[in-house]
């Protein structure tokens, strides 16, 4: 059974920071990227980051770039989400999803308006609050 599980999420003060994980199962992350969403309330789902399946290449939008860092543990089948000097607008459900092509290319390259639709695998969302 393929499936992915987030872990870490929580309750952090403004400035703070949190570790996300997504553990793989039923299947190898060394074949798949890893992309991180969020979903904030009354918002739609937008894209986070993706690292490659080789783990050595990365990719973050521009409101989380410099704060958050994506990373891979092969042996343990997981991708990490570091998230850093956490704002207020960072609170919402982090969901992580398998991406079949192994370089990001539908993070990277969002073909049509249902890109989202093509991923493998999602996990089942992880909330994460920023709040004082």
């Known amino acids: 059974q393929v499936q992915l599980v987030e872990s870490g999420g929580g309750l952090v003060q403004p400035g703070g920071s949190l570790k996300l994980s997504c553990a793989a199962s039923?299947?190898?992350?060394?074949?798949?990227?890893i992309a991180w969403f969020r979903q904030a309330p009354g918002k739609e789902r937008e894209p986070v980051s993706c690292i490659h399946s080789s783990g050595r290449s990365t990719h973050y939008e521009d409101s989380v770039k410099g704060r958050f860092i994506t990373s891979k543990d092969s042996a343990k089948n997981t991708v990490y989400l570091q998230m850093n000097s956490l704002r207020p607008e960072d609170t919402a459900v982090y969901y992580c999803?398998?991406?079949?092509?192994?370089?990001?290319?539908?993070?990277?390259?969002?073909?049509?308006?249902?890109?989202?639709?093509?991923?493998?695998?999602w996990g089942q969302g992880i909330q994460v609050t920023v709040s004082s």
């Open positions: 039923g299947f190898s992350l060394d074949y798949y990227a």
């Open positions: 999803a398998a991406d079949p092509m192994e370089q990001c290319q539908l993070f990277t390259t969002r073909p049509g308006s249902a890109w989202q639709a093509s991923y493998d695998a």
